[in-house]
């Protein structure tokens, strides 16, 4: 069985904020908001590349929807 490896990482999105319109608008519009926030994009694609797997089955679970699988084949 082939089990994907994937990892969470909860402090990949704790410096991940969201702006308002208003916030993006007082920045110089949607190109000089994106120019400023450049360095911050490119940091959390680093952080992406680089977090520890996650892993959204446990075991029982793979075990069951294998079983589903293989029934359904």
Do not use: C, Q
């Not at 208003?22 to 400023?36: M, N, R, S």
């Not at 992406?48 to 029982?60: V, W, Y």
Request: hydrophobic share 35%; charged share 40%.
């Amino acid at each position: 069985m082939m089990k994907p490896e994937i990892s969470d990482s909860e402090s990949l999105w704790k410096t991940h904020k969201s702006y308002r319109p208003e916030e993006i608008l007082a920045a110089g519009g949607t190109t000089a908001f994106a120019d400023k926030r450049k360095k911050e994009t490119e940091a959390a694609i680093e952080a992406l590349k680089n977090a520890p797997p996650i892993e959204p089955f446990s075991d029982e679970e793979w075990a069951k929807l294998m079983d589903e699988v293989a029934r359904d084949k």
